[in-house]
T-cell receptor, first 110, second 111 residues
Framework: DVKVTQSSRYLVKRTGEKVFLECVQDMDHENMFWYRQDPGLGLRLIYFSYDVKMKEKGDIPEGYSVSREKKERFSLILESASTNQTSMYLC?????????FGSGTRLTVV | KNEVEQSPQNLTAQEGEFITINCSYSVGISALHWLQQHPGGGIVSLFMLSSGKKKHGRLIATINIQEKHSSLHITASHPRDSAVYICAVRSGGGGADGLTFGKGTHLIIQP
Protein backbone atom coordinates (compact mmCIF):
# COMPACT_ATOMS: atom_id res chain seq x y z
CA ASP A 1 0.00 0.00 0.00
CA VAL A 2 1.42 3.35 -1.03
CA LYS A 3 2.16 5.80 1.72
CA VAL A 4 3.00 9.33 2.64
CA THR A 5 4.42 9.31 6.15
CA GLN A 6 4.74 12.36 8.37
CA SER A 7 7.20 11.88 11.19
CA SER A 8 5.12 13.30 14.04
CA ARG A 9 1.40 13.26 14.69
CA TYR A 10 1.50 15.86 17.47
CA LEU A 11 4.22 18.36 18.24
CA VAL A 12 4.53 21.11 20.85
CA LYS A 13 7.29 23.70 20.41
CA ARG A 14 8.27 26.96 22.04
CA THR A 15 8.19 30.36 20.37
CA GLY A 16 11.48 31.04 18.61
CA GLU A 17 12.47 27.39 18.20
CA LYS A 18 13.54 26.03 14.82
CA VAL A 19 11.08 23.30 13.86
CA PHE A 20 11.47 20.55 11.26
CA LEU A 21 8.47 18.67 9.89
CA GLU A 22 9.43 15.62 7.86
CA CYS A 23 7.50 13.89 5.10
CA VAL A 24 8.50 10.70 3.28
CA GLN A 25 6.73 9.01 0.36
CA ASP A 26 7.40 5.57 -1.06
CA MET A 27 5.73 6.00 -4.45
CA ASP A 28 8.60 7.56 -6.42
CA HIS A 29 6.43 10.66 -6.98
CA GLU A 30 8.08 13.72 -8.49
CA ASN A 31 5.81 16.27 -6.83
CA MET A 32 5.49 16.92 -3.13
CA PHE A 33 3.50 19.56 -1.25
CA TRP A 34 3.14 21.12 2.17
CA TYR A 35 -0.25 22.52 3.21
CA ARG A 36 -1.54 23.99 6.42
CA GLN A 37 -5.14 23.64 7.53
CA ASP A 38 -6.90 26.15 9.76
CA PRO A 39 -10.54 26.37 10.83
CA GLY A 40 -12.54 28.58 8.51
CA LEU A 41 -9.65 28.91 6.04
CA GLY A 42 -9.38 25.37 4.73
CA LEU A 43 -6.13 24.02 3.32
CA ARG A 44 -3.59 26.44 1.93
CA LEU A 45 -0.43 25.64 -0.01
CA ILE A 46 2.83 26.64 1.68
CA TYR A 47 5.46 25.23 -0.68
CA PHE A 48 5.77 22.55 -3.30
CA SER A 49 8.58 20.75 -5.06
CA TYR A 50 8.55 19.14 -8.50
CA ASP A 51 12.00 17.60 -8.34
CA VAL A 52 14.98 17.06 -6.07
CA LYS A 53 16.45 20.38 -4.91
CA MET A 54 13.64 22.28 -6.68
CA LYS A 55 11.07 24.27 -4.73
CA GLU A 56 8.32 26.76 -5.45
CA LYS A 57 6.43 29.07 -3.14
CA GLY A 58 2.77 28.45 -2.64
CA ASP A 59 0.16 30.86 -1.36
CA ILE A 60 1.54 31.40 2.17
CA PRO A 61 5.33 30.80 2.25
CA GLU A 62 6.21 33.54 4.76
CA GLY A 63 7.94 32.17 7.84
CA TYR A 64 8.64 28.81 6.24
CA SER A 65 11.33 27.18 4.15
CA VAL A 66 11.66 23.71 2.64
CA SER A 67 14.31 21.20 1.73
CA ARG A 68 14.26 18.36 -0.77
CA GLU A 69 17.62 16.64 -0.91
CA LYS A 70 16.19 13.24 -1.89
CA LYS A 71 13.20 12.42 -4.05
CA GLU A 72 11.32 10.64 -1.30
CA ARG A 73 11.74 13.24 1.43
CA PHE A 74 10.34 16.78 1.68
CA SER A 75 10.99 18.77 4.84
CA LEU A 76 9.17 21.87 6.06
CA ILE A 77 11.20 24.20 8.27
CA LEU A 78 9.91 26.87 10.59
CA GLU A 79 12.98 29.04 11.08
CA SER A 80 11.67 30.71 14.25
CA ALA A 81 8.33 29.30 15.34
CA SER A 82 5.59 31.74 16.26
CA THR A 83 2.19 31.20 17.84
CA ASN A 84 0.41 32.03 14.57
CA GLN A 85 2.03 28.94 13.08
CA THR A 86 0.00 26.72 15.36
CA SER A 87 -1.89 24.62 12.85
CA MET A 88 -2.41 21.23 11.23
CA TYR A 89 0.27 20.58 8.60
CA LEU A 90 -0.38 18.14 5.78
CA CYS A 91 2.08 16.72 3.30
CA UNK A 92 1.01 15.30 -0.06
CA UNK A 93 2.67 13.80 -3.10
CA UNK A 94 1.58 13.29 -6.70
CA UNK A 95 2.89 12.14 -10.04
CA UNK A 96 0.36 13.40 -12.55
CA UNK A 97 -3.21 13.73 -11.31
CA UNK A 98 -3.53 11.46 -8.31
CA UNK A 99 -2.71 12.83 -4.87
CA UNK A 100 -1.83 10.95 -1.70
CA PHE A 101 -1.94 12.74 1.65
CA GLY A 102 -0.14 12.07 4.89
CA SER A 103 -1.93 11.80 8.22
CA GLY A 104 -1.00 15.32 9.27
CA THR A 105 1.07 16.88 12.04
CA ARG A 106 -0.75 19.00 14.58
CA LEU A 107 1.77 21.62 15.68
CA THR A 108 1.21 23.79 18.72
CA VAL A 109 3.58 26.70 19.34
CA VAL A 110 3.50 27.99 22.91
CA LYS B 1 -6.92 31.72 -9.18
CA ASN B 2 -9.74 29.25 -8.89
CA GLU B 3 -12.43 29.87 -6.31
CA VAL B 4 -13.98 26.73 -4.86
CA GLU B 5 -17.29 26.93 -3.04
CA GLN B 6 -18.87 24.06 -1.14
CA SER B 7 -22.38 23.74 0.22
CA PRO B 8 -23.63 23.13 2.75
CA GLN B 9 -20.94 24.03 5.28
CA ASN B 10 -22.56 21.84 7.93
CA LEU B 11 -25.00 18.99 7.54
CA THR B 12 -26.64 16.81 10.18
CA ALA B 13 -28.76 13.89 9.00
CA GLN B 14 -30.26 10.68 10.29
CA GLU B 15 -28.80 7.28 9.57
CA GLY B 16 -30.08 5.94 6.27
CA GLU B 17 -30.66 9.31 4.61
CA PHE B 18 -29.37 10.16 1.15
CA ILE B 19 -26.71 12.86 1.38
CA THR B 20 -25.64 15.37 -1.27
CA ILE B 21 -22.69 17.74 -0.98
CA ASN B 22 -22.08 20.30 -3.70
CA CYS B 23 -18.96 21.94 -5.09
CA SER B 24 -18.67 24.80 -7.58
CA TYR B 25 -15.53 26.30 -9.03
CA SER B 26 -14.85 29.41 -11.06
CA VAL B 27 -12.22 28.45 -13.63
CA GLY B 28 -11.82 25.44 -15.91
CA ILE B 29 -9.98 22.54 -14.31
CA SER B 30 -7.96 19.49 -15.24
CA ALA B 31 -9.17 17.39 -12.31
CA LEU B 32 -11.43 17.55 -9.25
CA HIS B 33 -10.90 15.58 -6.06
CA TRP B 34 -13.26 14.64 -3.30
CA LEU B 35 -11.45 14.10 0.00
CA GLN B 36 -12.55 12.81 3.39
CA GLN B 37 -11.09 13.83 6.72
CA HIS B 38 -12.12 12.20 9.99
CA PRO B 39 -11.70 14.17 13.25
CA GLY B 40 -8.01 14.38 14.15
CA GLY B 41 -7.14 12.31 11.12
CA GLY B 42 -5.35 12.68 7.87
CA ILE B 43 -6.99 13.14 4.52
CA VAL B 44 -8.13 10.27 2.34
CA SER B 45 -8.74 10.71 -1.36
CA LEU B 46 -12.20 9.36 -2.27
CA PHE B 47 -12.44 10.24 -5.94
CA MET B 48 -10.60 12.01 -8.68
CA LEU B 49 -12.79 13.16 -11.58
CA SER B 50 -12.24 14.90 -14.85
CA SER B 51 -15.62 14.04 -16.39
CA GLY B 52 -18.78 12.02 -15.84
CA LYS B 53 -19.46 9.94 -12.80
CA LYS B 54 -17.67 7.53 -10.45
CA LYS B 55 -19.05 5.12 -7.87
CA HIS B 56 -17.36 3.38 -4.98
CA GLY B 57 -19.57 1.43 -2.61
CA ARG B 58 -22.19 3.84 -1.24
CA LEU B 59 -20.37 6.91 -2.57
CA ILE B 60 -21.09 8.49 -5.94
CA ALA B 61 -19.32 11.51 -7.41
CA THR B 62 -20.47 13.41 -10.48
CA ILE B 63 -19.04 16.35 -12.36
CA ASN B 64 -20.51 18.72 -14.95
CA ILE B 65 -17.62 20.43 -16.69
CA GLN B 66 -19.81 22.93 -18.56
CA GLU B 67 -21.52 24.08 -15.36
CA LYS B 68 -18.30 23.90 -13.30
CA HIS B 69 -20.06 21.86 -10.66
CA SER B 70 -19.58 18.57 -8.88
CA SER B 71 -21.63 16.63 -6.35
CA LEU B 72 -20.78 13.93 -3.85
CA HIS B 73 -23.63 11.61 -2.87
CA ILE B 74 -23.77 9.14 -0.02
CA THR B 75 -26.51 6.54 -0.14
CA ALA B 76 -27.82 4.76 3.00
CA SER B 77 -25.71 7.02 5.22
CA HIS B 78 -24.17 5.60 8.38
CA PRO B 79 -22.64 7.22 11.50
CA ARG B 80 -19.18 6.13 10.32
CA ASP B 81 -19.66 8.49 7.34
CA SER B 82 -19.41 11.41 9.79
CA ALA B 83 -16.42 13.43 8.64
CA VAL B 84 -15.40 16.58 6.82
CA TYR B 85 -15.71 16.25 3.04
CA ILE B 86 -13.48 18.51 1.00
CA CYS B 87 -13.63 19.36 -2.68
CA ALA B 88 -10.33 20.29 -4.34
CA VAL B 89 -9.51 21.28 -7.90
CA ARG B 90 -6.40 21.47 -10.02
CA SER B 91 -6.41 24.01 -12.80
CA GLY B 92 -3.15 23.24 -14.54
CA GLY B 93 -1.66 20.09 -15.99
CA GLY B 94 1.33 17.99 -15.06
CA GLY B 95 0.75 17.66 -11.35
CA ALA B 96 3.31 20.16 -10.13
CA ASP B 97 0.80 22.80 -9.11
CA GLY B 98 -0.99 22.38 -5.84
CA LEU B 99 -4.71 21.93 -5.38
CA THR B 100 -7.19 24.66 -4.51
CA PHE B 101 -9.50 23.52 -1.75
CA GLY B 102 -13.02 24.28 -0.69
CA LYS B 103 -13.53 24.97 3.00
CA GLY B 104 -15.16 21.59 3.54
CA THR B 105 -18.57 20.25 4.55
CA HIS B 106 -18.85 18.97 8.10
CA LEU B 107 -21.21 15.98 7.98
CA ILE B 108 -22.72 14.35 11.07
CA ILE B 109 -24.85 11.23 10.71
CA GLN B 110 -26.90 10.50 13.80
CA PRO B 111 -27.96 6.94 14.64
Amino acid sequence: DVKVTQSSRYLVKRTGEKVFLECVQDMDHENMFWYRQDPGLGLRLIYFSYDVKMKEKGDIPEGYSVSREKKERFSLILESASTNQTSMYLCASSRTYGYTFGSGTRLTVV
Amino acid sequence: KNEVEQSPQNLTAQEGEFITINCSYSVGISALHWLQQHPGGGIVSLFMLSSGKKKHGRLIATINIQEKHSSLHITASHPRDSAVYICAVRSGGGGADGLTFGKGTHLIIQP
